[in-house]
């Protein structure tokens, strides 16, 4: 097996998306973009999506870690236009896109369209989370967007099934379709419940970081597969198991989350990455398979079912957000008010990606009766330029969107005195626990070392307050931030003198490990704070 491809892959994949990080186009736009031009370069390898790779590969770790930085309370607390969005909207949208091909395309089979519709209905997880943290939207349209993410493949992958089987002339009907699509989703949550209490009983008395986070990258995959073994929705166990996780991740010990963090970030870098470049070099493998539509005409049909993608979207979200509160007095209760920008910015940020790619992938070559499926590269054709078409067209064009309607962003004033607030009771309450524990002859300790935990709980009470008031002048710093520059110079100063004396034979390599690792731990939680602040 040549592995050369894939390294190449993940190698130019991340190069690009670090030069992104210090442009102003967002990585998954200019991945596309390098996927699209290499497509084209003499040499380069071919990258078709294996659907038996894409669906159990790579949603699962890309799914959990969505799942495991989202709030499950922020989650139930906007459960309706959740549900509204990743179950409702992603139905109406596979019959309104695929009726809309079915007008469109000369003697394309209604089932084929139907296909179709549900093989680009779901927007895409990655490419939302991405936006959106780029972005930094309010709260709860993130929140919104994410859920609807997360869950919504489920949704098109069981519509998929339904109108496939039908295509084929396995004779589904809708009554079918409804059960079948109600046993993945009950199916799904209820193997994620089954999971995720073992799972948490496990990590919290594995004390071996190193199985921990091997525990933690097999996770996904295991539920994804126990789901699938019972014909339930995969999706579904994923994100049910990573969201109670991420919510129990407290109870966890500190030194498995530090490493599981740096673990599951450097997965999704790499993922990410790899997908957004793998859409765009699909390019080459699209057009070959055109076959008997020009590409004229075959460029009108995709113009056609990108304006159905766009249209279908905003006829559903204006709906589905006002009527709500029009009808239920609880429903304006319990929600926050909104206005019409709110849903505009739900309603363009509907950017599609490799799952939908991977879905058209599947289509099988014949049907039952052992004739071509009608229409099949068709299909891999227009859902292809569909997810390019939304990840340019709506994904360059979002930011402009948001500041043009003047989408306030998040409160950073008002994030930092909730979280002062918060540092300041749990101060106290330590500051508590200390004096309970020094009264015990039991923890006796000399007073330089009493005052230096006092010393240290008050630099955090007093390190969020910093950052809301005065900065120095000349370099525009806070206290703290002054204060964590100083820490950082002080530990590289204190590494340079250990590697200084490991060269000079009076350590040796095992002892300049324990040192380091020592130094590494206290930069990290300086890291973590820094990236909290910011």
Avoid: C
Avoid at 52 to 63: K, Q, R, S, Y
Avoid at 461 to 481: C, K, M, Q
Avoid at 498 to 525: K, S
């Amino acid at each position: 097996m040549d592995v050369m491809p894939l390294l190449m892959l993940v190698a130019v994949s991340a190069a690009v998306a670090g030069v992104a990080r210090r442009g102003p186009v967002p990585a998954p736009l200019l991945l596309v973009a390098v996927g699209l031009a290499a497509s084209y370069v003499p040499g380069t390898p071919d990258y078709t999506l294996d659907p038996e790779i894409v669906l159990p590969l790579l949603l699962p770790p890309l799914l959990h870690t969505a799942a495991l930085d989202s709030s499950y309370l922020d989650l139930r607390a906007n459960l309706r236009p959740v549900a509204l969005l990743s179950v409702g909207y992603v139905l109406f949208a596979a019959v309104a896109v695929g009726y809309v091909a079915y007008l469109v395309v000369p003697d394309l089979p209604l089932t084929v369209a139907l296909v179709l519709g549900a093989v680009i209905a779901p927007p895409d997880a990655v490419a939302a989370t991405a936006i959106a943290r780029r972005l930094r939207l309010p709260s709860r349209i993130t929140t919104i967007l994410q859920g609807e993410s997360l869950v919504n493949d489920a949704t098109a992958i069981t519509a998929y099934k339904v109108a496939l089987a039908a295509a084929v002339g396995e004779g589904a009907t809708w009554g079918e379709g409804v059960k079948e699509f109600a046993l993945a989703a009950v199916g799904g949550i209820g193997v994620g419940l089954v999971l995720m209490g073992p799972l948490h009983w496990l990590r919290k008395r594995l004390r071996e970081p190193l199985l921990q986070n091997t525990l933690s990258l097999l996770i996904p995959f295991v539920a994804y597969a126990a789901a699938e073994r019972f014909e339930a929705s995969g999706v579904l166990a994923v994100v049910t198991v990573g969201l109670y996780l991420g919510h129990h991740s407290w109870q966890v010990d500190f030194a498995t989350r530090l490493q599981e963090a740096a673990v599951w970030k450097m997965v999704a870098f790499v993922l990410e990455s790899s997908v957004f470049a793998l859409i765009g070099l699909q390019l080459r493998v699209v057009l070959r398979g055109l076959g008997e539509y020009g590409v004229a005409e075959a460029v009108w049909y995709a113009a056609a079912v990108f304006l159905a993608v766009v249209a279908a979207r905003f006829v559903w979200v204006f709906p589905a957000t006002f009527l709500p509160r029009a009808l239920s007095a609880r429903v304006r209760e319990r929600e926050p008010d909104t206005n019409w920008t709110a849903p505009v910015i739900v309603g363009w940020a509907g950017m599609r990606g490799v799952v939908s790619l991977a879905i058209a992938f599947s289509i099988p070559l014949t049907t039952h009766e052992n004739t071509d499926f009608p229409a099949r590269n068709l299909v891999l054709f227009l859902t292809f330029t569909t997810v390019i078409a939304t990840l340019v067209v709506q994904g360059l064009t979002l930011p402009t969107l948001i500041r043009g309607l003047k989408i306030p962003g998040r409160d950073v004033q008002a994030e930092t005195l909730a979280e002062a607030q918060a540092q300041n009771e749990a101060s106290t309450a330590a500051e508590r626990r200390l004096a309970e524990l020094l009264a015990d002859d039991r923890n006796a300790l000399p007073q330089p070392l009493a005052d230096r935990l006092r010393t240290v709980m008050d630099r955090r009470r007093n390190a969020v307050w910093e950052r809301l008031g005065t900065v120095n002048e000349t370099t525009g710093e806070s206290a703290d931030e002054t204060y964590r520059r100083l820490a950082r110079e002080m530990i590289g100063a204190e590494r340079r003198v250990f590697v200084e004396l490991r060269d000079a034979r009076r350590i040796d390599d095992e002892m300049l490990r324990t040192l380091l690792r020592r130094l590494d731990l206290e930069e990290a939680a300086a890291y973590r704070e820094e990236e909290t602040a910011e």
